[in-house]
């Protein structure tokens, strides 16, 4: 089955770092721009960062700016979300998703991946 499949996640203390990974299995992500999105309990879905297939534009929440990097190696199939100094308010379930990008706007339209956790704690 074609799909996206996310990991990375887990439990680190505020101002650490993780590195999420979006990894296409079963199809080629080469065609696809891709934005990592996060939910958390009782809130709105966020968009974090995207990435355009040509690496030519990305898009960043400003909650995340300067604290996140999204980059792509398509020969790994596989999209990054770099996170440093995270806050407790980074803590969300990160999905990622094809979407349409510009420098201002991200829109999902399909291929959700099933999410991997991030949780921010002392």
């Known amino acids: 089955q074609s799909q996206l499949v996310e990991s990375g996640g887990g439990l680190v203390q505020p101002g650490g770092s993780l590195r999420l990974s979006c990894a296409a299995s079963g199809f080629t992500l080469d065609y696809y721009a891709i934005g990592w999105f996060r939910q958390a309990p009782g809130k709105e879905r966020e968009g974090v960062s995207c990435i355009s297939t040509s690496d030519g534009i990305t898009y960043y929440a400003d909650s995340v700016k300067g604290r996140f990097t999204i980059s792509r190696d398509n020969a790994k199939n596989t999209v990054y979300l770099q996170m440093d100094s995270l806050k407790s308010e980074d803590t969300a379930v990160y999905h990622c998703?094809?979407?349409?990008?510009?420098?201002?706007?991200?829109?999902?339209?399909?291929?959700w991946g099933r999410g991997t956790p991030v949780t921010v704690s002392s």
């Open positions: 998703a094809a979407v349409i990008v510009t420098t201002t706007t991200c829109d999902p339209y399909g291929y």
